[in-house]
């Protein structure tokens, strides 16, 4: 990193003259470009590592699933595995952000990873031996959480590194693609192995998927921390990330998107979608199966155009989205039919996709690599801190008004909160325009 980059870091004067010099392709290259980025040896290795562990990851959560359902029949027991899960992400992200842009991230990656995987192989361990307890996955879910604090922001500010400013709009959108893709992929592949040989081989064929990514890294050339960045404490550290936001209105409204999308939406999309089917529109586990699907099919599609849409457009896209999602939630509540709910279901999950993508890609895109560590940790925050919180209040109100006024009180309090979000960023879109070449890029 220059001098310059290091002070853009810090100086909430800069953006504009970063906006102004950005180069032009970074404004112009679109549509199926997303592969072009693979051209980048080092960004092509990690993505395959990381393709490969994706699909473990959701082969493991439907075992999961499965273990949780054969160990109690108490649905607040998977809703409290989930929240287990989180606390410590919650808690321990903003030192991973700061760890993030202290230390070598791809060290960081490379020790979660060894314990993910010892985590994932332990859990099967204990299946195949017939002593998993329920205690057990609460501890395992609550060392997973910590480990993933600090794995998710060194993931997020690594693979910026890889590729040049010019593709990095390329690089968060495949990434994106491949995480929907490895969602429609893992639970069938599961499915299938669980059938084959039993359920402790879905956790550990993930544990070994892990291995595909540390690999990966090995052959990744190190890329240590500035050393600027081990000045000061932990504290001022932290602080001057959030100063970073607090400057930039344009940032702190696509956190806002995230959080409310988040609250309102995905618990209904994520967790409710089973008592849907179930209770509101009376079908059984064929149609769930259906309403699942097409939504991570959605999600894929949404992701995968994200390069369509002209950067002078962004906003207005965002702004859309929030209609579009109002719209299918209003259908969602009074549809009467599986296959008008399917496709609000599609749409819905194809406009969250593009606009949660398009917020991640202009995040990513702005903020300076200095910093990119903490105010990622930040942005993560407003999906897995608010996740556990949202779905304990939704699926509580879901039950005391009923599903389906809550669908529709749900997305009108989202439309509402998101296009008054869409119009702050739209007022402070300068903060947003992307910072310049990014230091250690490939």
């Keep these: 990193m220059t001098s310059e980059e290091a002070v853009e870091g810090v100086d909430p004067g800069r953006a504009g003259e970063a906006a102004r010099t950005t180069p032009a392709a970074v404004r112009s290259r679109g549509g199926l470009a997303v592969f072009q980025v693979l051209r980048r040896p ?43 899960n989180s606390i410590p992400t919650l808690v321990l992200m903003p030192f991973g952000g700061v760890a993030a842009d202290r230390m070598e991230r791809r060290k960081i990656l490379i020790y979660t990873q060894w314990i993910m995987m010892a985590l994932a192989v332990l859990t099967g361990a204990l299946i195949a031996a017939g002593r998993l307890e329920i205690w057990h996955l609460y501890g395992i879910a609550l060392l997973l959480g910590a480990a993933t604090a600090y794995e998710l922001p060194a993931f997020q500010s690594f693979y910026p590194q890889l590729v040049e400013r010019e593709d990095l709009s390329q690089a968060i959108s495949l990434n994106q693609a491949t995480f929907h893709g490895a969602r429609i992929i893992g639970p069938a592949l599961a499915a299938w192995i669980i059938d084959q040989w039993g359920t402790a081989s879905a956790f550990y064929a993930n544990g070994m998927s892990f291995l595909a990514v540390i690999l990966a890294l090995s052959f990744i050339r190190p890329r240590p921390a500035d050393p600027s960045a081990q000045r000061g404490s932990t504290g001022d550290f932290m602080r001057e990330g959030v100063r970073y936001i607090r400057d930039r209105p344009a940032v702190q409204a696509l956190l806002g998107l995230t959080g409310v999308t988040t609250f309102f939406i995905f618990p209904n999309l994520a967790v409710l979608t089973p008592f849907y089917a179930k209770h509101v529109l009376h079908v059984g586990s064929s149609g769930l199966g259906a309403m699942m699907s097409v939504s991570g099919a959605g999600s894929l599609v949404g992701a995968v155009l994200l390069l369509s849409v002209p950067v002078r457009q962004r906003v207005n896209w965002i702004g859309a989205a929030a209609v579009v999602i109002l719209i299918t939630m209003s259908v969602l509540a009074w549809s009467q039919h599986l296959w008008i709910s399917v496709a ?16 991640s890609v202009m995040v990513q895109e702005a903020v300076p690599d200095a910093l990119r560590g903490r105010v990622m940790s930040l942005y993560s925050l407003m999906f897995t801190g608010v996740m556990p919180f949202a779905a304990l209040g939704v699926t509580r109100l879901a039950d005391v008004i009923g599903m389906r006024l809550e669908l529709q009180l749900a997305g009108v309090c ?29």
């Design 344 to 359: 609000a279901i599609a749409l819905q999950s194809f406009a969250i996709a593009n606009s949660l993508g398009l917020g």
């Design 414 to 442: 989202y439309a509402v909160a998101s296009l008054a979000l869409a119009a702050m960023l739209c007022r402070h879109s300068d903060d947003a325009e992307p910072a310049g070449p990014a230091p250690g890029a490939a």
């Design 42 to 84: 080092e960004f092509a290795l990690f993505w395959g590592g990381q393709a490969i562990s994706l699909v473990g990851t959701w082969m493991q959560g439907f075992a999961q699933g499965w273990v949780v359902a054969g160990l109690t029949t108490s649905a607040f027991a998977l809703g409290l595995l989930n929240f287990a």
